[in-house]
């Protein structure tokens, strides 16, 4: 799976879409009960477990994916809100003092 691929994953469960989680949890444990490492009741029950979890806090699910969305954006060297708010203060008090001297000069 691709960096892009991930990313939109990811996306896609911080807004709250756990279908896609289900789905990725179904295959590997098919994929288990297939290869002999567990049986249908307990993957079964385990999906079901751990589908009640997500579904129960889902504030906490949401946080972890945020925080997580953060670190990856942070690590492609996304800035962040408040970085970008700094540099539209520093540019346009740069434009004032720009002004400023245009004036001085044309007085």
């Known amino acids: 799976m691709d960096n892009n691929d991930w990313l939109r994953q990811l996306l896609m469960m911080g807004v709250g879409t756990t279908s896609l989680v289900?789905?990725?949890?179904?295959?590997a444990t098919d994929q288990w009960v297939k290869d002999g490492k567990i049986?249908?009741?307990r993957a079964k029950a385990f999906v079901d477990d751990l589908m009640g979890?997500?579904?129960?806090d889902p504030s906490n699910f949401q946080k972890q994916m945020?925080?997580?969305m953060k670190?990856?954006?942070q690590?492609?060297?996304v800035p962040r809100q408040s970085?970008?708010?700094e540099l539209r203060g520093r540019i346009d008090r740069l434009e004032r003092q720009i002004r400023d001297l245009e004036n001085?000069?044309?007085r």
């Open 39 to 41: 049986d249908s009741e």
């Open 71 to 73: 670190n990856i954006l």
């Open 22 to 27: 289900a789905e990725k949890i179904k295959e």
């Open 83 to 85: 970085e970008i708010d």
């Open 66 to 68: 945020e925080r997580q």
């Open 53 to 56: 979890q997500l579904n129960a």
């Open 75 to 77: 690590d492609l060297g």
């Open 104 to 106: 001085k000069l044309w």
